[in-house]
């Protein structure tokens, strides 16, 4: 039997405009009563109508912010395409996003966005900052004041937010680790370039790669660990001068962003027996590890991280979450120049609504048609074919891509 508003009303012994009103966060409903109605529609398994959803939302629109420190740093703007792709899906939810782009990492000037995406109406916060006592305190405040706060690509320690969504970076860290001692089994000196030491995700990945290192026994020593801001410009001098003062560093690791600028580095320092390391699939990586200055990346699919964050929070303000929210944790994934020029499977940011079985983008090999991975399919290729009209080249032993995977195909190939 489906549940209704009218039966959870019965069920908890009130109206069912209270009920209506503690599903859509509307007014004032005493917290015993709203947490009953909450735990009694998780119970009986309430799934509110989209539609209806929908109608709600033009009375009561749900406006998330969103805190990037994306100034100068491509990385962040992987994110932000997630979190665009998240405010289109639940647009017709009343869903509106305030991304707020800083420079940098200083926590006044986080500080500061966080307050001015408060004073624009924001109900949930979707945050990548620093970890100090200052931000960690407002956080809590904003606990305190039932502010739901998302936590995105890099954590903050001892705060009560919703969840964490982003990379596992101490595993990020060993797994550089693990890597460079199949590589290298001679004594390694290392010079580690951060982003910034106020960032709990950096720290983590330093922390995971020293622990891996120790774990198998590397004779390895941290010559120095120096900071770029995730800067290009910082980067490049930094880690020159660094280079220059100690001729026996014979590995560099990039744990933050600014790749690009300790490639200029490496190259205008010409030692090319170097073993350089880095994070992240962005246009500047990938032409490194091809000329193979950088020998491998880490990933950490910064577009469900922003996707993700972003529907954490709206389905906390929806109501459709218990109180012990888990932490989303996006795969950690190795690139090296031998796979960078492949197209892999990818999974969409978005949930599928094609019917498919699994969601993933065709395979494409540089120069071949697309080959579609067999976890792909629908019911039967006939339903594919009636429900979407795709083309003969769009199924493949019945097991058509789903409309989205097809669509990305049409437009690389014109078909």
């Known amino acids: 039997m489906k549940v209704t508003v009218k039966s959870l009303a019965q069920a908890a012994g009130v109206s ?16 015993d009563v709203a947490k009953r109605i909450r735990m009694l529609a998780k119970d009986l398994g309430y799934v509110p109508n989209r539609a209806g959803r929908a109608l709600a939302a033009y009375k009561t629109p749900i406006k998330i912010g969103a805190l990037m420190p994306s100034v100068g740093n491509a990385f962040y703007q992987e994110i932000i395409r997630g979190i665009s792709e998240a405010q289109e899906e639940f647009a017709d939810l009343g869903l509106e996003v305030v991304v707020r782009e800083v420079e940098g990492f200083d926590e006044d000037v986080h500080l500061h966005a966080i307050d001015e995406l408060l004073r624009k109406g924001c109900r949930a916060l979707c945050l990548s900052t620093v970890n100090t006592d200052k931000v960690r305190n407002r956080i809590n405040e904003l606990a305190d004041r039932e502010i739901t706060v998302v936590l995105l690509n890099t ?12 990379s596992d970076y101490m595993t990020a860290g060993a797994t550089c680790a693990g890597m460079l001692s199949l590589a290298r089994q001679d004594s390694l000196r290392v010079l580690v370039v951060t982003g910034s030491h106020l960032l709990l995700g950096h720290n983590q990945r330093i922390e995971g790669f020293k622990a891996e290192l120790t774990r198998q026994n590397i004779d390895f020593k941290i010559v120095e660990t120096v900071e770029s801001l995730d800067s290009d410009i910082i980067a490049q001098q930094v880690t020159f001068k660094v280079l220059s003062e100690h ?12 790749v690009q600028g300790v490639g200029a580095a490496l190259i205008a320092h010409g030692n090319k027996d170097i073993f350089a390391i880095g994070f992240d699939d962005l246009y500047s990586t990938r032409q490194l590890v091809s000329a193979g200055i950088i020998k491998f990346v880490v990933c950490q699919q910064p577009v469900r991280q922003g996707y993700h964050a972003i529907k954490r929070a709206y389905q906390a303000l929806a109501g459709q979450l218990s109180d012990n929210v888990p932490d989303f944790i996006t795969e ?27 969601c993933a983008a065709p395979i494409i090999l540089p120069g071949s048609e697309p080959v579609l991975p067999r976890a792909l399919f629908f019911p039967s290729a006939a339903m594919a074919g009636a429900r979407f009209r795709l083309p003969w080249r769009a199924v493949r032993f019945g097991r058509p891509a789903c409309q989205q995977a097809w669509s990305w195909a049409e437009r690389r190939w014109n078909l």
């Open 16 to 31: 069912r405009g209270t009920v209506d009103r503690v599903l859509h966060n509307r007014g004032a409903v005493r917290e």
């Open 247 to 258: 001729p026996d560093i014979n590995c560099v690791y990039i744990s933050g962003a600014a």
């Open 155 to 166: 954590d903050v320690e001892h705060t009560r937010r919703l969840c964490y969504v982003g």
């Open 332 to 358: 950690t994934i190795i690139k090296i120049r031998a796979n960078l020029d492949r197209w892999w499977p990818r999974p969409c940011a978005r949930p599928c609504r094609s019917g498919a079985a699994a």
